[in-house]
């Protein structure tokens, strides 16, 4: 009849229920061997009702053998009127092991009843969703590539270990390494060339640790590795000894050999931070001395290093504010030929004035600019007020023939760099062959190669030196590759050409390799009359120094440029008679 269809009807849709749940329901009269199951019960232990008996024994034969004593004991828990709750393991009929979420509580038949006659429940199969757990734990703990320890699982373990510490009276410490130059091994051979290095340098760092330390990646190319348990810091200094001989190992990426490196900071629970946060911050800092000694290194920190810290946090604040409230000034020096004594440009040179204080080094402060990335905007603004005073002064009746401009690592990586330039000669009317930028032969080396700006910027008709030429690694095969226009001879070169054979060789060559390439080269830093003779006598094109004029305010060295002699319209030192005298070069 209908009552009985209706019925049939709710149980089809509550086995179906069951099912898409995989929930099973089962229950027992204590002291009988049989229980009920559900249909959902038998296809979780993956059994056939004809195939199984249902009952408390059979039931507990599914459970793992490490989770049947518990599942027993809530049985019998139960028996005595407690409800119970529990997540085991069960191994099914055809072998795979599942895991289930166990629930039962005792079904009174009255208030006065002095023993439960019977137990009710639950089985339902949460295999999957434990799985999504853990994978959820997995990615919170751990990193995707490397498989390593992440920031947030690195700092509990450094948490728990100094608590240890704390109790043995132990040390530990915490070694931060960064793989040198790996932003240009991603950049020129590919990410997954550099996901492949990551995980190589992974390696590496767990073959040369203990088992009972950690090595965890925070991002990007950074690693950490914690040592726990150690007597001293020395042997904090023997194990980054350790991984610097297996990074210096080359590593094989795309069918080739790469030499890489790396550079580690050291910091050491108790005697140099008092929480994790610090440890971290102070490695970091004595990783980023050790890359401003030439990289490939480690170093201790120390209070001197934290005060450098603090002091460059400080600058960079600091800088932060100074482009807005024009602190910053361009001063210039002139740049001279040898042969006439005509200047042939200027080089405009970045200075800091901060409110209320005296000018800073540019040696102070340009590294943090470059660090921050602020050297982005305010290149940007160099180019511009240095184009705009060119302007200005041929306004006035004063042409230079160009102006050379320093282009940071930082600059020369944004992919905006060419419009950037681009619009800055537009807006200021400025001919691109009257300005030269000046890069560093590592720009040249670490970011030229594969990118289009140095033939974006010939296309454009700017001039391109080579900054520092002597001081850096680069090879013909790159001067000839992107045909640079100048090379400047590094100031440390000069000063001794007159009394040191070595650096008066270095000089000649640089000389010679300039002219046999059909380049200019300036040399900088000229203070004696003797160093001007031995560049006059030996091909040089052009000085820039002291013994010209020291850099000057942009109103000083209008001034100065009034001063020195004029014919057709072009200026000429009018030093270069006097502190040039007749002689020849025998």
Not at 184 to 193: K, Q, V
Not at 356 to 361: A, N, R
Request: hydrophobic share 40%; proline share 4%.
């Amino acid at each position: 009849d209908e009552a009985l269809d209706f019925v049939a009807d709710e149980l089809a849709r509550l086995v179906q229920a069951q099912r898409i749940a995989r929930l099973g329901f089962w229950d027992w009269r204590v002291g009988e061997a049989r229980q009920t199951w559900s249909e959902e019960v038998y296809r979780i232990f993956g059994v056939a009702p004809t195939d199984c008996t249902p009952g408390i024994d059979a039931m507990l034969g599914f459970v793992a053998p490490e989770d049947r004593e518990n599942a027993r004991a809530c049985f019998s828990a139960s028996c005595r009127h407690t409800r119970f709750r529990l997540e085991c393991r069960i191994v099914r009929a055809d072998g795979e092991a599942r895991v289930i979420l166990l629930q039962g509580e005792p079904e009174h038949p009255g208030p006065l009843a002095a023993a439960p006659p019977r137990l009710v429940g639950t089985i339902q199969d949460i295999t999957e969703r434990k799985q999504a757990e853990a994978q959820l734990s997995y990615l919170a703990n751990f990193d995707t590539l490397t498989g390593l320890p992440n920031r947030y699982l690195l700092q509990d373990r450094v948490e728990h270990a100094m608590r240890q510490a704390d109790r043995n009276g132990s040390r530990l410490a915490l070694l931060f390494l960064d793989v040198d130059r790996f932003k240009t091994i991603n950049d020129s051979l590919g990410h997954s060339a550099g996901d492949s290095l990551l995980k190589s340098v992974a390696e590496r760092l767990e073959a040369v640790v203990r088992s009972s330390d950690t090595v965890a990646r925070l991002g990007g190319d950074e690693f950490t590795v914690l040592l726990e348990n150690i007597d001293h810091g020395d042997y904090a200094g023997d194990v980054a000894g350790k991984i610097l001989q297996a990074m210096s190992r080359p590593f094989r990426l795309l069918d080739r050999e790469l030499p890489v490196s790396a550079s580690i900071g050291i910091a050491v629970y108790p005697e140099d931070a008092a929480d994790t946060e610090a440890l971290l911050q102070h490695a970091d800092t004595a990783m980023y001395q050790a890359k401003e000694q030439g990289r490939a290194a480690f170093h201790f920190f120390t209070s001197e290093l934290n005060r450098k810290a603090q002091e460059k946090l400080r600058l960079r604040h600091a800088l932060g504010e100074a482009l807005k409230h024009g602190e910053f000034r361009l001063f210039y020096q002139p740049q001279i030929s040898l042969q006439d004594g005509r200047i042939l440009g200027v080089e405009a040179l970045l200075r800091w004035f901060p409110a209320g204080t005296g000018p800073v080094s540019p040696a102070t402060f340009i590294p943090v600019l470059e660090e921050s990335g602020l050297i982005v905007p305010v290149g940007e603004w160099v180019l511009r007020e240095a184009c705009l005073c060119l302007r200005r002064w041929e306004r006035g009746g004063l042409r230079i023939p160009r102006v050379a401009v320093n282009l940071s690592g930082r600059q020369f990586q944004q992919n905006t760099l060419l419009a950037t330039i681009a619009g800055i000669l537009q807006e200021t009317g400025l001919a691109a062959e009257r300005v030269e930028l000046e890069i560093t032969e590592s720009i040249l080396v670490e970011h030229a190669l594969g990118s289009p700006i140095i033939a974006g910027l010939q296309a454009m008709g700017v001039g391109l030196a080579i900054d520092d030429f002597g001081t850096g690694y680069s090879s013909l095969s790159y001067l000839k590759r992107f045909a640079v226009d100048t090379l400047k001879i590094d100031r440390s070169f000069v000063d001794d050409v007159a009394r040191r054979g070595d650096d008066a060789a270095i000089t000649g060559a640089i000389i010679s390799l300039a002219r046999s390439l059909d380049l200019g080269v300036v040399a900088e830093g000229v203070e004696t009359v003797e160093q001007l003779e031995f560049l006059r006598c030996h091909g040089c094109g052009a000085i820039q120094g002291y013994l010209v004029s020291p850099a000057l305010s942009a109103g000083d060295f209008e001034d100065w440029l009034r001063r020195q002699g004029e014919a057709d319209g072009i200026r000429y030192w009018t030093g270069f008679q006097v502190r040039h005298p007749a002689g020849n070069c025998g």
